[in-house]
């Protein structure tokens, strides 16, 4: 029985969606967690939590307790307590090809040309280790739910590589198997040799989804479906995906309106813009989300918030490749629901979640900025605890879990980070504002992650695994498959 009770939290910013406190904030609380779910929250100064929490914590020091009735204790007087982020987006492979010379300074489809003809060289191998290291690096921002787009399956490469890193290092986890099936020679991107046959992908598909997906309350593993993006795969390979994900109750994704070489396409090949492609197709409606969106037009935006089509937005990936501002303040006004994504690791080219809520509420207000005089708002436009709920509440809309994750209340799941308000960076900040201070301050790594009641960062330090000598793997690998295209 696993019991962990977070002590007299400084702060707790539940996200609750009944908002029955002061900007859903609790001060001086509790949370009791047993066997993976929020059991108890114990408000300050309330008679019956108090008698309660002191229950909990005699039990907690006797010492007749048998081994599997033990309750951790977590002091939590100097921390503000989050409910764990939800990333919507993400490429993990590509922690093995940051920061590649050749394409530091190309937009989407060239860095992609540029650096197609390495992935060609991913085995099994790098795939279940490049993943361990982005989960990590996602566990110590504070992100406990995370889905991955893996497209590109070379050298006996499985969607199975991805899944086995996150049961080892106990991430909550969408993966998605992504395809790619239309080549340079019939008009799209990818190189012949990294696309697959259709028959196949659908096969493996459904194989995926019949071994690992579970659709219950608190799944620690889900699949989605999600061929690449309009220039990699066929309409018909949309349309069939998008039947089978739906016959089985398993979610849509994948990349659209990124930026304007990639509306340019949709319109020169299928003479329609990429929501009215979307929607032809049936990729529209509360089971679909899409990566970026930052060039929809407002037809697009419109249709996403009447069909509750989601986005997964990707700030820092946005401004790397230099494909745009997402109009994030208009799309939430309308409607749309949207999550924060770290996208891949070589676009990014990291995977820090409070990170990326904080360029996500910078980069709306200066987005503001550019628009044409006369408009009348300004910093307001993206406050502090906007971006938090879109990290928390938003991503776990867009992943379909807003039944079971993205807020701290009694009876989800227990997933959980907590910060230290008593650091450097927060000196000044959390005095006055513990919530608002993780937005504005500088972005440091959890001192606590906690994945389904389990402790998986302990002291800013990965529990699960060994990271020393992964990190140390990892670039070895990395080094391997750079060389794969010199050599």
């Not at 764990?84 to 937009?107: C, D, K, W, Y």
């Not at 986890?173 to 040799?193: H, I, K, Q």
Request: charged fraction near 20%; include cysteine; proline fraction near 4%.
């Amino acid at each position: 029985m696993n019991q962990l009770l977070i002590h007299r939290a400084r702060c707790i910013a539940t996200q609750d969606d009944a908002r029955t406190e002061p900007n859903g904030e609790l001060h001086d609380a509790s949370l009791f967690l047993k066997d993976g779910v929020i059991a108890r929250i114990f408000k300050k100064g309330d008679a019956d939590d108090d008698t309660a929490l002191q229950a909990i914590l005699d039990k907690a020091s006797s010492i007749t307790n048998h081994a599997n009735e033990r309750i951790e204790i977590i002091d939590a007087r100097h921390h503000v307590v989050i409910p764990g982020m939800v990333n919507t987006h993400h490429h993990m492979v590509q922690s093995l090809t940051r920061a590649i010379p050749s394409v530091q300074s190309a937009e989407l489809f060239s860095w992609l040309k540029g650096l197609y003809p390495i992935w060609a060289g991913l085995t099994p191998e790098m795939v279940c280790v490049s993943n361990k290291i982005a989960m990590a690096e996602l566990l110590l921002s504070g992100c406990t739910t995370s889905s991955d787009h893996l497209y590109i399956y070379p050298n006996g490469v499985r969607l199975d590589d991805s899944i086995e890193a996150a049961q080892a290092i106990g991430m909550r986890f969408t993966a998605t198997r992504g395809s790619m099936s239309v080549g340079e020679s019939a008009g799209g991107l990818p190189p012949d040799r990294v696309v697959e046959g259709e028959p196949f992908i659908l096969k493996e598909s459904q194989r995926l989804i019949e071994t690992y997906h579970d659709a219950s309350l608190g799944a620690m593993l889900q699949i989605a479906l999600a061929p690449c993006s309009p220039f990699s795969v066929s309409t018909d390979l949309m349309r069939e995906s998008a039947k089978l994900a739906r016959s089985y109750g398993v979610r849509l994704h994948t990349h659209l309106a990124e930026n304007d070489h990639d509306v340019a396409y949709s319109i020169e090949k299928f003479n329609r813009t990429p929501a009215q492609y979307a929607e032809d197709l049936g990729w529209v409606g509360s089971d679909v989300w899409h990566a970026h969106c930052v060039k929809l037009d407002d037809a697009g935006i419109s249709l996403f918030a009447a069909t509750r089509t989601g986005i997964a937005h990707c700030p820092c990936s946005n401004m790397r490749l230099s494909s745009g501002i997402l109009p994030l303040r208009k799309m939430l006004n309308e409607g749309v629901p949207i999550g924060l994504g770290v996208d891949g690791s070589a676009s990014n080219d990291a995977a820090h979640m409070l990170n990326e809520a904080r360029q996500a509420m910078l980069l709306a207000r200066v987005g503001k900025a550019l628009e044409p005089f006369g408009c009348d708002t300004g910093p307001q436009e993206m406050t502090p605890r906007d971006a938090l709920r879109i990290a928390t509440r938003g991503g776990a809309q867009v992943l379909g879990r807003a039944h079971d994750i993205g807020q701290i209340k009694e009876g989800y799941c227990a997933d959980l980070a907590m910060f230290r308000t008593d650091t450097l960076a927060m000196a000044g900040g959390a005095v006055h504002d513990p919530v608002g201070a993780l937005m504005l301050c500088a972005s440091g790594n959890a001192d606590y992650t906690i994945v389904n009641g389990r402790v998986v960062v302990r002291e800013g330090q990965i529990t699960t695994l060994k990271i020393e000598p992964l990190i140390e793997q990892h670039n070895q690998l990395a080094l391997t498959l750079a060389n794969t295209v010199s050599s």
